[in-house]
């Protein structure tokens, strides 16, 4: 019997292991830190989101939901921080960045600090070119975090925040506005056809167009709203110079401008009936 115990006692104990192993050897797995946090783009863009880079856990800042495509980027002092991305730079298609912690290297001239400086510029559709800066650090013992997420800013309440499925005159865009927009970008040399950025604008108008409100759109495809808001312009402008010939109407309601047209663009005859 004394035997017997004494077996069920080293059972137990080769069990225990394991998670006494876990609760005290892996602080961060068993306090459930979350790995991914998310920060507004105001605060991104003003430079007050710090960055902390810990040993054997790189840092990621993900630009995928803003639907900004990297093209530059700048660590002030290298000597401690390998930096890399999920695309090559010059394909126009890198959203995220991966900062790694390195052994201390010594550049001639350059001096080595506590800390530094991560510039991050991005374009959005339109081309306008927008200017991230974020404070690193640099951390020791178990990770907080290994991805930061840049959100787009919160949709704008009222009609400005709906993209109708018909137009009607002067009340808004729509989805055929947002194709104007689309192919005014790609003959204007703005983005490349059957791009990343194309695709993601395809994504977006596929989903506006089947009811999704914009804001759930813009999530889903990580197409920013101020991105939405240049497609839609360039889109106002393809079409207040495509307004309809006189006697000429257009197809069908969603082929109809924005803007009413002007009085000469009404068929002949029309105004002078009452004279």
């Keep these: 019997m004394k035997d017997r115990n004494r077996l069920l006692c080293i059972a137990l104990t080769a069990c225990a292991v394991p998670l006494w192993w876990v609760v005290l050897g892996i602080p961060s797995l068993a306090q459930g830190r979350p790995l991914r946090q998310e920060v507004r783009i105001e605060a991104a863009q003003a430079g007050t989101v710090p960055i902390t880079v810990w040993p054997g856990s790189g840092a990621n800042l993900d630009f995928s939901r803003l639907g900004l495509r990297i093209y530059r ?21 890198a959203q995220v960045v991966h900062l790694r912690r390195i052994n201390g290297v010594a550049f001639q001239g350059l001096p080595s600090t506590p800390a530094t400086l991560l510039s991050v510029v991005a374009r959005d559709a339109s081309g306008t070119a927008h200017l991230f800066q974020f404070p690193i650090a640099y951390g020791s013992g178990p990770a907080d975090y290994s991805t930061i997420a ?11 925040a709906r993209m109708q499925a018909s137009a009607t005159p002067g009340q808004g865009a729509t989805p055929l506005t947002f194709s104007h927009g689309i192919a005014a970008l790609i003959e204007a040399g703005t983005i490349a056809p ?26 889903q495809t ?9 497609v839609v312009t360039r ?30 663009a009404q068929p002949e005859g ?3 009936g009452g004279e």
């Design 73 to 93: 980027a700048w660590l002030d002092d290298p000597s401690k921080l390998t930096i890399d991305f999920d695309a090559p730079l010059d394909s126009g298609g």
């Design 150 to 160: 840049i959100t787009p800013a919160p949709a704008p309440a009222g009609p400005r």
């Design 194 to 219: 059957n791009g990343p950025m194309h695709q993601s604008l395809r994504a977006f108008l596929a989903l506006v167009t089947n009811d999704v409100p914009v804001a759930e759109a813009s999530a």
């Design 222 to 230: 990580g197409v920013s709203l101020e991105v939405v808001q240049a």
């Design 235 to 264: 889109g106002l402008e393809q079409q207040r110079q495509s307004i309809p010939r006189p006697g000429v109407a257009p197809e069908d309601d969603e082929a109809a401008p924005l803007d009413p047209p002007d009085v000469e």
């Design 270 to 272: 029309a105004a002078g």
